[in-house]
T-cell receptor, first 112, second 111 residues
Framework: NAGVTQTPKFRILKIGQSMTLQCAQDMNHNYMYWYRQDPGMGLKLIYYSVGAGITDKGEVPNGYNVSRSTTEDFPLRLELAAPSQTSVYFC???????????FGEGSWLTVV | TQLLEQSPQFLSIQEGENLTVYCNSSSVFSSLQWYRQEPGEGPVLLVTVVTGGEVKKLKRLTFQFGDARKDSSLHITAAQPGDTGLYLCERYGGSQGNLIFGKGTKLSVKP
C-alpha cells in the first residue's frame, strides 16, 4: 500500500551543491507532478509528466530538471542549489487529468 | 487569471466551535477538490464537488459548491483538535498538468 514514495525526507545542502529528489509511485499512474510549498504561498507546480518520456514545465521550473524514463519514477534534480530553493517538495501522481491526485509525504530541503 | 482565493488565511478556535472557510474564483470551474494537509505530511483529498449547488457531507464536514460554480465553502461542526491542519482547495485549470491550488486556510483547534 505504498502509493507515492519520496526520498529523502530531509536534506541540508550547501549553496552550489546538486542533488536528486526521488519519487516513485506504484499505482500505474500516467501523470506525475513535482510541487514546492513555501509558507503562505501554497503549492507551486515545478514540472509535470503525462507519461514515460514526456515532461513539461510548470509554474516555477527554473533551477530544476526532471526525467521520466519509466511510468513509476519521476526524479527531480536540483543543480547549483540556492537558498531560494529551501522549501518542502511534494511529488504527486494521478491516473490522468482531472482524476484524484495522490501526494507523497514531502521532502524538506534546506540550502545554506 | 484563474487564481483561487481562500479565506481566512488563518483560523484559531476552541474545540466545539463551528467554522466555515471559503474558496473563491473569478471564473467558473467544472469541479473543485478540497484537501487537508496535516503538519509534516502531504495533502490528502477530502472531497470533489462537481455540480453547482452540490452539498456533500463527510462526518462533521460539509462542503458546498456555489450555484454559479465560482465558489465553494467548507463548514466544520463542533471542531476537534484532530481537525487541525491546512485546508486547500484545488481546481483543474483546463490543460494538462494545470492544477490550481489556493494558498490554504491554516486551522488550529485548541482543546
Amino acid at each position: 500500500n505504498a502509493g507515492v514514495t519520496q526520498t529523502p525526507k530531509f536534506r541540508i545542502l550547501k549553496i552550489g551543491q546538486s542533488m536528486t529528489l526521488q519519487c516513485a509511485q506504484d499505482m500505474n499512474h500516467n501523470y506525475m507532478y513535482w510541487y514546492r510549498q513555501d509558507p503562505g504561498m501554497g503549492l507551486k507546480l515545478i514540472y509535470y509528466s503525462v507519461g514515460a518520456g514526456i515532461t513539461d514545465k510548470g509554474e516555477v521550473p527554473n533551477g530544476y530538471n526532471v526525467s521520466r524514463s519509466t511510468t513509476e519514477d519521476f526524479p527531480l534534480r536540483l543543480e547549483l542549489a540556492a537558498p531560494s530553493q529551501t522549501s518542502v517538495y511534494f511529488c504527486a501522481s494521478s491516473r490522468s487529468s482531472g482524476n484524484t491526485i495522490y501526494f507523497g509525504e514531502g521532502s524538506w530541503l534546506t540550502v545554506v | 487569471t484563474q487564481l483561487l482565493e481562500q479565506s481566512p488565511q488563518f483560523l484559531s478556535i476552541q474545540e466545539g466551535e463551528n467554522l466555515t472557510v471559503y474558496c473563491n474564483s473569478s471564473s467558473v470551474f467544472s469541479s473543485l477538490q478540497w484537501y487537508r494537509q496535516e503538519p509534516g505530511e502531504g495533502p490528502v483529498l477530502l472531497v470533489t464537488v462537481v455540480t453547482g449547488g452540490e452539498v456533500k457531507k463527510l462526518k462533521r464536514l460539509t462542503f458546498q459548491f456555489g450555484d454559479a460554480r465560482k465558489d465553494s465553502s467548507l463548514h466544520i461542526t463542533a471542531a476537534q483538535p484532530g481537525d487541525t491542519g491546512l485546508y486547500l482547495c484545488e481546481r483543474y485549470g483546463g490543460s494538462q498538468g494545470n492544477l490550481i491550488f489556493g494558498k490554504g486556510t491554516k486551522l488550529s483547534v485548541k482543546p
